[in-house]
């Protein structure tokens, strides 16, 4: 049914104002749009159990009405045999049964217009419908907001404590853009995020998402610094001190090594790996 292709076309189309918004504004427009699409997904899903229910109850009607015309014809048929066998001896009958046989046809011919009524609505419907995908499907997709733009709003918003927002920038910034210098930060403050909401398995995919994909990046050593102390509070010690072990081989002159050092003393582990 063509409504199934409008319910995935029709968030397309909500996007599309964001290409004429002002740079310093898509990136929280994205959100709200994204809010408004879940909205019109919602609507089309009733729309799309409101017409069904519309379409089961006028097929319901036309197969009555249907029945009921096949039923008359057969009556008719069977009236003019009567007719046919009776007229040489019962001109009387005869007229009465004329006179039922007219009856009959004026009701065939009402049923026929209900009908008619029933399949026009059913074929409105179903172009109507056809118009709306086809418009839905014609919309051009949505244009994202510059890089440079997108990562600055989002660190702003993160530095302003609106962490739901931040992280919306922040997961758009690597979809869009995800093999830019800036998509390393992006991870590693979308883990920072995550942790600070006690989701430290998801921090600990993002912050594996730095080390493995941007090793040279300026977030690399915290990226393994707070990996190891998510794994801290995981209940995963002894992955956490090879964490910080890494941390002091790979990054030694480091801010992050002294707190890597930090964290082995307080777990009661050496620095390096006993033989």
Do not use: W
Request: with cysteine; glycine share 6%; aromatic share 6%.
């Amino acid at each position: 049914m063509n409504i199934r292709r409008l319910s995935t076309a029709i968030p397309v189309c909500a996007l599309l104002a964001l290409a004429a918004l002002p740079a310093h504004g898509a990136s929280k427009e994205i959100v709200q749009l994204q809010t408004q699409v879940q909205a019109l997904q919602d609507q089309m899903t009733q729309m799309k159990q409101s017409f069904d229910e519309r379409m089961g109850v006028m097929k319901n009607l036309v197969e009555q009405n249907t029945d009921t015309v096949n039923k008359v014809s057969a009556a008719i048929g069977s009236l003019q045999t009567a007719i046919d066998k009776q007229q040489a001896s019962s001109g009387g009958q005869v007229d009465q049964i004329s006179g039922q046989l007219q009856a009959l046809n004026d009701t065939m011919d009402e049923l026929k217009v209900r009908l008619a009524k029933v399949s026009k609505q059913m074929e409105d419907m179903q172009a109507a419908q056809q118009a709306a995908s086809q418009q839905a499907a014609q919309t051009p997709p949505p244009q994202a907001p510059p890089p440079d733009v997108l990562y600055n709003n989002a660190l702003r918003d993160y530095n302003g404590a609106k962490t739901d927002i931040a992280s919306q920038e922040f997961a758009d910034y690597v979809k869009y853009y995800p093999n830019t210098d800036l998509a390393g930060n992006a991870y590693f403050y979308l883990a920072e995020i995550q942790f600070k909401q006690g989701n430290y398995q998801t921090a600990v995919s993002n912050y594996d998402q730095v080390l493995q994909n941007f090793p040279s990046g300026n977030k690399a050593a915290s990226a393994q610094l707070r990996k190891g102390l998510a794994l801290v509070q995981l209940g995963q010690k002894d992955d956490a001190i090879k964490e910080f072990r890494h941390v002091i081989q790979r990054y030694p002159k480091t801010n992050e090594a002294m707190q890597a050092r930090e964290q082995l003393r307080k777990l009661g582990a050496g620095t390096t790996a006993s033989r």
